[in-house]
């Protein structure tokens, strides 16, 4: 798969993933509900399913897309979730944009077009399975140390601790997908037997168990930014030592500029 077809399909999977969210934020209303034989009630259930399955389809495109590109810039392509988001909340949640924020999308995409078509192919990758664990083990222990200290006292400031090392496991999906790819060679009963799989699990598990605390303790506008941005910024890093990637000062600049849109959006 060339570079730029990669790239397309994995915005394509990144837009399902938040026109999901978006489905499932619109028709909430239905859980809990109590007249459930109500045109309202089916109709709103049928909504947030519709979501669910969307959100659950994304993965698949950015399995693909990692056929054409290395992994910290399928991970970096992620952040389009920011913008597809606020873009979409407008048109079903009718929520405002305004110009300074509809200015950082653009950059934002810019961003990440520079990203995607500096990856080039991922087909030459020099896997270390010893620094893949290393850098999964990280954010791991660091989610049950804030925790712990979760457990002591709640606050703003841990909250988006708590935020980052949730958005750091969740973007760590896309290495542990791309070793499932290099372990079994492509073949689906393969996937099974290595334990890149069971770590993908983990590391989704994980994410999202962490990411509830800190929705519950910390602003929205404080929280996302954290999230998103360590989504970007973590598997880029963990990339060149697990899987060899040689350092490229532009596409670095990228991802940086990634994170810095990301935070502005959430801000704007």
Known sequence: MNVLLATLVALAGNFLLSLGMVLQKRNVAWIGATEKNAPSYRSARSGWIVGFVLMNVAPIFNYFALMGLPANVVSALIGANVAFTALLAAVFLKEGLGKRRLAFIALLFAALMVAGLRGGGGSDESFSAKDFFVFFA???????????????????????????????????????????????????????????????????????????????????????????????LWPAVASYAVLGLPFDPVQASAFAGIAFCILMIARA
């Open 138 to 232: 990280l954010p791991l222990a660091a989610g049950g140390l804030v925790l712990a200290l979760r457990a002591k006292k709640r606050g703003r400031g841990l909250a988006v601790l708590i935020a980052a090392v949730s958005g750091a496991l969740g973007g760590y999906m896309v290495l542990a997908m791309r070793a499932v790819q290099l372990a079994s060679g492509g073949h689906l009963l393969a996937w099974f037997t290595t334990p890149y799989l069971y770590i993908y699990a983990v590391s989704g598990i994980a994410s999202f168990s962490l990411v509830q605390f800190a929705y519950k303790d910390g602003e929205m506008q404080s929280v996302s930014p954290a999230y998103y941005g360590m989504q970007v």
